[in-house]
Structures are given as C-alpha cells and as structure tokens.
C-alpha cells in the first residue's frame, strides 16, 4: 500500500494579467486537497490571486543532461531575437 | 457600556480566544505540515478575531487587552464547553471544529445584521475567514468520515463524545437576549435551525450518524467550566501570571 500521498507541484498567480510560476511542491491524498494546502502554505502572505496545481507524475521534464544539444544551440544564432529592427519615434511602449 | 452588551462581547471573544488557543496546540504536531500550517492559520483567525473584541472593552474600561484573556479567572470565562475541549487526535480536534464553524458562520452572519455597528463589523471582517474554516473542517470531515473503515470509526467515535456539547451555543444567555431585543439580531433559536440543518447535511454526506442522545452539557456561557479550561488557563496565562505587565 502506498503510505506517502502524492507530491503535487504549485503554481500561483501572483495577480490578475500575469500568468501562473511555479511557487513549490507539496504532498495532499487528491487534487482538493493540494489545493486547500497550496492555499494555506503560498498565500499565507498575500502572495497570490490564483492556484493551479499539478501532479508531479503528470509533469514530463526535459533531461538536465540534454541541454548540450537542446538549448546551446540557440545561443549563437542572435538573428532569431528581433533586435534588429529600428523603432519608430512614434512607438512609445516596445 | 451596558452590562449584557460587555457579557455578549466576552462570550464571542472567549470562544474564539479558547478555540484559539486550543488550535494552536497542533503548532508543530499536525499530522503533515501542510495540515499543521492550516490548523494554525485558523487557531490565528479566531485570536485575531478575539483580539478585536477584547480592545472594545479595554477602551471602554481603561485597561488592556491582555487583561481580558490573561488576567481572568476560570469562572470569569464564558466562552462555550466545546471550545475548551482537548484535542485528543486528528478526528476529535475536526469534529469539534466542524460543529463549532457550523455555529460561528451563522452567529457571524447575525451579527453582521445587528444594530450594533461596531460588532457588525467585526463580524463582517471575520466571516469571511470563518467561511473558509467552515470549507476545511467539513471537507475533512467528509474525507475522514467517508474514508477508510478505521477513520470512519474515530470519526464517530469523536462525534459520539463530542454531540452533547453542540446545543450550548443555541441555548440564550440573558446576554444574547439582551442584544436580541436591542439590536435585533442574533435569533440564536433560528439560526439553530439553519446550522444543524448544513451540519446534519455535512454528517450523512461523511456517512456519520448524529448519536441518538439527549443529553445536553452546558455551563460555560455562565462562567460553570468543564476541568479542561483550567488546564489550558495555566498554559495559556502562564507569562503573563509569572510576569505581570510583560511585554514583547
């Protein structure tokens, strides 16, 4: 029999407009639960306006190992970030 | 301030102070920490709750707020003998508090209507915590009461012990009169009916029975205690008996 309940991970909307970031894990019997705890651990001090959380088994990562082949190949090809552009005078907010 | 208007404010802020205390007993002992934290989150509700009602009198007589939950003597508390009840375990500590969250939402919602804009407020503040206490303790109870063979058991085990304090709470003090006919609310007759009909509904969806007893404990509203509070006064006053006047 399983004695440990299941670990759930935590994401908390800070406020309205910016989206959920994962804020840590905790362990609850079902999904209600998580949250009620989630509620009662991460928000204690006002720190959210939303909860989402997510069984840890459900969550597929990628590896640690394969960021040499993964993400480091990005890092030469600057023309993929839109910083070539000239911004109008007229555009205030970019 | 009117004598009753002073024993209504003292009996509202003991429960809460006592239940308070009572709670924060788990503070390290919960039974995972997420259940730990919850618990002493609510047990802070209830004394930041107290705490408003205890700074009415001390404004009104001159004195502080501690004088009222520290200084007093067991007979001069008057808060319910629910509340003052051990924690004993997991399934007693959330049938004590599912049936006094049952009470407290409904006597808040009162309150809140009253005439007496300054209780009236503080009941508004505090309904919404209480709200979500009502929220925990019933889904607790559902989960443990409608769980395994051995949780359902303690749960009405607990119940059974636990029932015949209950009615206390609906049961009028000439206090609770007194603020009845003057500011028009709390009915505490009718808002029984409402109470124990969301709590016997909370019951049968935890698959529990109400013990079929009639016995009624009751004293507390007028200072009579069970042996309990005298154990948890000389805890909870220690400090400020030992050290009169401290402060943090």
Request: charged share 25%; with cysteine.
């Amino acid at each position: 029999m399983e004695t440990n309940w299941p670990l759930y991970e935590v994401f908390i909307r800070s406020k309205n407009g910016l989206s959920h970031k994962h804020v840590g894990s905790l362990h609850a019997a079902d999904a209600e639960m998580a949250l009620e705890n989630a509620r009662d651990v991460y928000t204690r001090r006002n720190e959210g306006v939303s909860i989402w959380v997510v069984k840890a088994v459900d969550i597929k990562a990628s590896d640690p190992a394969d960021g040499d082949f993964l993400f480091e190949p990005a890092s030469d090809k600057i023309y993929r970030h839109p910083t070539f552009y000239e911004v109008p005078d007229a555009v205030k907010h970019m | 301030m009117e004598a009753a208007r002073k024993k209504f404010i003292l009996q509202w802020a003991d429960n809460s102070m006592i239940l308070g205390q009572r709670l924060s007993e788990w503070c390290g002992h919960g039974p995972v920490l997420e259940q730990d934290i919850a618990i002493t989150n609510i047990a802070l509700d209830l004394i930041g709750e107290a705490r408003y009602l205890y700074q009415i009198l001390a404004v009104e007589e001159g004195k502080s707020e501690d004088d009222y939950p520290f200084m007093r003597k067991e007979a001069e508390f008057y808060n319910l003998l629910l509340v003052e009840q051990p924690n004993e375990d997991w399934a007693y500590t959330i049938v004590r508090q599912c049936i006094y969250d049952h009470f407290h939402y409904h006597f808040l919602a009162a309150v809140s209507r009253s005439k007496d804009e300054e209780l009236a407020a503080i009941a508004v503040k505090s309904l919404k915590e209480v709200r979500y206490h009502l929220k925990f303790s019933s889904e607790w109870l559902i989960r443990l009461g409608d769980g395994t063979e051995e949780s359902h058991q303690k749960m009405q085990n607990a119940l059974n012990v636990m029932a015949k304090f209950a009615s206390e709470a609906f049961l009028s003090s000439e206090a609770d009169l007194w603020m009845l006919e003057n500011c028009g609310e709390p009915d505490l007759a009718k808002l029984k009916e409402t109470a124990d009909k969301d709590l016997l509904e909370v019951i049968r969806e935890a698959t529990l029975s109400w013990p079929n007893q009639q016995t009624v404990r009751r004293g507390g509203k007028a200072g009579i205690h069970s042996e309990h509070l005298g154990y948890l006064l000389a805890t909870m006053q220690y400090m400020q008996r030992t050290y009169p006047g401290m402060e943090w």
